[in-house]
């Protein structure tokens, strides 16, 4: 089966400009998620949605980051205006309902550098 | 506050050795546990999980990891590395669906 894809895979911006982040989850996957890897942490839960719903996005910068999920299948990640501190890969994963005893799937994703 | 800690930034084992990648958290109740590996420009993928039962879980690629709830920790081990195995590791728990990253313990192998 495909896994989770994302595009771009690479990404650089200066600060201030805008940018936009496509996810494509494994088909049938209900939960997508979308995390943030900065250089040297492990990654952080920015969003995580069950269908088209957001589920939990306490982690999300509201005043910057926004996300959607349109139709419960792709979704895209957005950063307006990007600061430099959100240089980072951002991953998306996906499963299949939404519990921890099942796997999440992830994408390569997608570094962003912000200059 | 709850937290997965990883106290190894950096490892390097010679090929063929033994491995133990350490991890430990902090909640009030047994999460669920995770171990993932990061290849260079891919994205994590599961070793193995802990939900409950058998402390001592087996992974993919040689891989097991054991849960020891009195010291809150769920060390990975693995008997003989292989140079494939360079990656960065991430412990990872599940505490009501609010899943924590550690920060990576970053496995090189010397040939």
């Known amino acids: 089966e495909a896994g989770v894809a994302q595009s771009p895979r690479y990404k650089i911006i200066e600060k201030r400009q805008s940018v936009a982040f496509w996810c494509n989850p494994i088909s049938g996957h209900a939960t997508l998620y979308w995390y943030q890897q900065i250089l040297g942490q492990g990654p952080k839960l920015l969003i995580q949605f069950q269908n088209n719903g957001v589920v939990d996005d306490s982690q999300l910068p509201k005043d910057r980051f926004s996300a959607e999920r349109l139709k419960g299948v792709d979704s895209t990640l957005k950063i307006q205006p990007a600061k430099l501190e959100d240089s980072a890969v951002y991953l998306c994963a996906s499963s299949f309902p939404r519990a921890a005893s099942y796997e999440q799937y992830f994408g390569p994703g997608t570094r962003l550098t912000v200059t | ?111």
């Open chain 2, 1 to 111: 506050a709850q937290s997965v800690t990883q106290p190894d930034i950096h490892i390097t084992v010679s090929e063929g050795a033994s491995l133990e990648l350490r991890c430990n958290y902090s909640y009030g109740a047994t999460p669920y546990l995770f171990w993932y590996v990061q290849s260079p420009g891919q994205g994590l993928q599961l070793l193995l999980k802990y939900f409950s039962g058998d402390t001592l879980v087996q992974g993919i690629k040689g891989f097991e990891a054991e849960f020891k709830r009195s010291q809150s920790s769920f060390n990975l081990r693995k008997p003989s590395v292989h140079w494939s195995d360079a990656a960065e590791y991430f412990c990872a728990v599940d505490n009501n669906n609010d899943m924590r990253f550690g920060a990576g313990t970053r496995l090189t192998v010397k040939p």
